[in-house]
């Protein structure tokens, strides 16, 4: 178990489930839970997708206090007190966590495609590796490691929204990699934690910002949780954006 340094505390990462590609390997995506889950349930759920070339590795949030359930410990990928594009932004705790996985991806071979995805605080933390991604830095200035070729959230939101387009546009690298990015944004129009509005600006800051390889899908009726539906949306969207086999082999 490795850990972060958020705010000067050293925490640990709980267990890291893989499900290994039951075919060719060709991409290796990193999925990242909501607040107070684990790895566990996502990784039954990713296996159970029609995608045999991609090996998944979801890995456990540390437990912190989290001001939005008034300082009570959880699992969480950053403080959180509030889950819109408008809260204060944990940004060292959000780059703790960017950092952590671009770690667990820059052992995968190099000619495999890397994505990473997520719900609720996972697609958070999945939407801000992208803009770390794209400015080739994290927030704190350290050069951010891997290459992506695919970001999903589902359910979340875009931290530190309002500083993204002047990041963006202080380099033509970070456009040109923002605009070849393929991102899918997911959202249920009866989502009450994360409220579907969200999503709309989420994904209105991300194209100002250069990310035009941008797909949101919505899903009437749909809360703060995911359906079949979503999921084999996800799953079409990997494959084609992937180029993945169409069979087992």
Known sequence: MSSSGSRGVRREYGRTYVVRPKGRHQATIVWLHGLGDNGASWSQ????????????????????????????????????E??????????????????????????????????IGGFSMGAATALHSAACYAHGRFSNGATYPITLSAVIGLSGWLPCSRTLRTKMESSQIALRRAAALPILLSHGRADEVVTYRNAERSAEFLRTSGFLYLNLKTYNGLGHYTIPEEMDDVAKWLSAGLGLDRSRG
């Open 45 to 80: 759920l990713l296996d159970n997708l029609p995608l045999p070339n991609i090996k998944w590795i979801c890995p456990t949030a540390p437990t912190r206090p989290v001001a939005a359930f008034g300082g009570f410990p959880c699992t969480a990928w950053f403080d959180v």
């Open 82 to 115: 509030d889950t819109s594009v408008d809260g204060r932004d944990d940004i060292e705790g959000l780059d703790a966590s960017a950092a952590h996985v671009a770690n667990l991806l820059s052992s995968e071979p190099s000619d495999v495609r890397l994505g």
